[in-house]
């Protein structure tokens, strides 16, 4: 089956529905979904919005706290776009009936966060990015050239004389298909499930990093990826993020006698950097020898259940009281900084395949992403890609790639690996990556990690090469596999730690050597 428009839309979170509204008028488009339209990382982003709106703040400040959180990685032109441009874009949410939260005098009720130096995140209650998400869809579903393929699922691009002309798709049937465009928008969001523990739903596979990739386009920054410290850790229970923005407004992580402990770590305590919590919460537990708490039991129980309701009724379920138990905590995969990489107008490195939101690697976060600028970013570079598409094709503004040294764990031969046999099912792939290539790193085990998924991905492109169809689970693994390879061997080769990079065997940041932003390239 084919399916024809103008533009061709991946992924239907923030970044893509902003594209959609974008493209209304400018043709055809058509969105293709992997399962409903709300299950997406947008509609599980909790703490909010940052956007430099408030009275003490401005985008130079925003850009200030997104660089240092960025542990001097950020591209500046990229931050200065995110972060000059994000007041706008959040302000025409408010325009189309976003109900962000207000205070007493009606103003925008702004929390704080962590690394963020004054209150400036827009938040609905607990559930920001389902907000966002509606508003968005009802913009899109007033537009008549829009159609949306549910519970489709794009396994490839097509690619004729180096420009990409749309992708192959399987529809909910598990049919093939072809969706066909001047232009396509890669908006799938991140990689999460790649991950034993993660804060993503289950769609979040890395599709479209596995996608671009195997089409030839560049991918930068597979090494850092973002672990949420605060996560509901019961044994048997599915993961769910406890905002950070419940530490914005107090929460404390304490130990099993009850006694924070955050100062220890960081002057910020418990407001300090993620990647500094996160591993805070593992020493510290290591430490003591027993769980770590969020404990929010010093405040007062109304209006911690007034401020995160869907928080609150969710750990309910789970047979806690948000305000008055201490909620046992661990880190787990939260956001991939990497990804597809971009100019800061969508362009990757194929001509007509655009990318934005978690998908794309603009180099704005750099190491370490800044809280709540994840959905700011999908608002602004899903617009800017938007309006890139209706212009003239062009090539992407890109620095010349550095692809730093070969990372093969056996020195870049891969066909004396093929075995042509898959050997790891999803789940052993995932706990490989959360035992060797997440917290924690050393070369030992993301050399192990690295030829272990180097062997699975030959088998895989052995498998490819024969042209099989491939269920939806067969997909899954594949990109499972494929962007599993590229974060180990990304890992393996930076030898020093910086943002959510962290090697115990080069514990410190390595700036003559390793200040770079590394590409990789099929």
């Known amino acids: 089956m084919d399916v024809r428009g103008d533009f061709i839309i991946v992924g239907s979170g923030i970044a893509g529905l902003r594209a959609a509204v974008e493209l209304a008028t400018a043709g055809d488009i058509v969105i293709i979904t992997k399962a409903d339209p709300s299950e997406s990382n947008t509609e599980y982003a909790q703490g909010g919005?940052?956007?430099?709106?408030?009275?003490?703040?401005?985008?130079?400040?925003?850009?200030?706290?997104t660089m240092i959180a960025g542990d001097g990685l950020c591209d500046e032109r990229?931050?200065?776009?995110?972060?000059?441009?994000?007041?706008?874009?959040?302000?025409?949410?408010?325009?189309?009936?976003?109900?962000?939260?207000?205070?007493?005098q009606g103003r925008p009720a702004l929390a704080s966060e962590g690394a963020h130096t004054v209150r400036r995140v827009l938040h609905a209650a607990d559930a920001t990015g389902r907000e966002i998400g509606r508003v968005l869809w009802e913009r899109v579903s007033s537009a008549s050239r829009i159609r949306v393929l549910k519970n489709t699922l794009a396994v490839s691009a097509i690619v004729e004389d180096g420009r990409c002309a749309g992708v192959r798709f399987i529809d909910a049937r598990g049919e093939p298909g072809r969706a066909l465009g001047r232009a396509t928008l890669l908006a799938t969001g991140g990689a999460g499930q790649v991950f034993q523990e993660t804060t993503n739903p289950e769609v979040a596979t890395g599709d479209g990093?596995?996608?671009?990739?195997?089409?030839?386009?560049?991918?930068?920054?597979?090494?850092?990826?973002?672990?949420?410290?605060?996560?509901?850790?019961?044994?048997g229970a599915p993961r769910f993020l406890l905002s950070e923005a419940l530490r914005g407004e107090g929460a404390q992580l304490v130990d099993a006698s009850g006694q924070p402990f955050?100062?220890?770590?960081?002057?910020?305590?418990?407001?300090?950097?993620r990647d500094?919590?996160?591993?805070?919460?593992?020493?510290?537990?290591?430490?003591?020898?027993?769980?770590?708490?969020?404990?929010?039991?010093?405040l007062d129980p109304g209006a911690v259940h007034r401020r995160f309701p869907m928080i609150a009724a969710t750990c309910l379920r789970a047979g806690f009281d948000l305000a008055r138990d201490l909620l046992p905590v661990g880190p787990a995969a939260h956001y991939l900084m990497g990804g597809v990489e971009t100019d800061l107008d969508g362009r990757t490195s194929v001509r007509g395949l655009f990318a934005a939101g978690e998908v794309a690697c603009t180099r704005v976060h750099g190491a370490n992403r800044l809280a709540s600028n994840s959905l700011l970013e999908g608002l602004v570079f899903g617009a800017r890609a938007g309006a890139a598409m209706t212009g003239p094709s062009r090539d992407a503004e890109l620095p010349a790639p550095i692809t730093g040294p070969d990372s093969s764990p056996g020195g870049g031969d891969r066909d004396r690996r093929k075995t042509g046999q898959i050997s790891l099912d999803e789940r052993e792939i995932r706990a490989l990556m959360w035992k060797s290539v997440g917290l924690f790193r050393e070369r030992s085990g993301l050399r192990q990690a690295s030829?272990?998924?180097?062997?699975?991905?030959?088998?895989?492109?052995?498998?490819?090469?024969?042209?099989?169809?491939?269920?939806?689970?067969?997909?899954?693994?594949?990109?499972?596999?494929?962007?599993?390879?590229?974060i180990a061997k990304a890992a393996l080769r930076r030898e020093e730690s910086r943002g959510g990079h962290f090697r115990t065997d080069f514990p410190a940041h390595d700036d003559r050597q390793w200040k770079v932003h590394i590409s990789d390239i099929r």
């Open 49 to 65: 919005i940052a956007a430099a709106i408030g009275p003490d703040d401005s985008p130079d400040l925003h850009a200030q706290d």
């Open 78 to 104: 990229a931050v200065r776009v995110l972060c000059g441009e994000g007041p706008r874009y959040t302000r025409e949410l408010v325009e189309w009936g976003a109900q962000f939260d207000r205070d007493a």
């Open 209 to 235: 990093i596995a996608l671009a990739y195997c089409a030839g386009a560049r991918v930068a920054d597979m090494e850092f990826v973002q672990f949420h410290p605060t996560v509901l850790d019961v044994e």
């Open 262 to 273: 955050m100062r220890r770590y960081h002057p910020a305590g418990d407001l300090a950097p």
């Open 276 to 298: 500094v919590v996160s591993r805070s919460i593992v020493l510290e537990s290591q430490r003591t020898a027993g769980p770590i708490y969020l404990s929010l039991r010093h």
């Open 451 to 486: 030829l272990a998924l180097d062997g699975e991905q030959a088998a895989l492109d052995d498998l490819l090469a024969g042209r099989p169809v491939l269920d939806h689970e067969g997909w899954r693994r594949a990109s499972i596999v494929t962007v599993a390879s590229l």
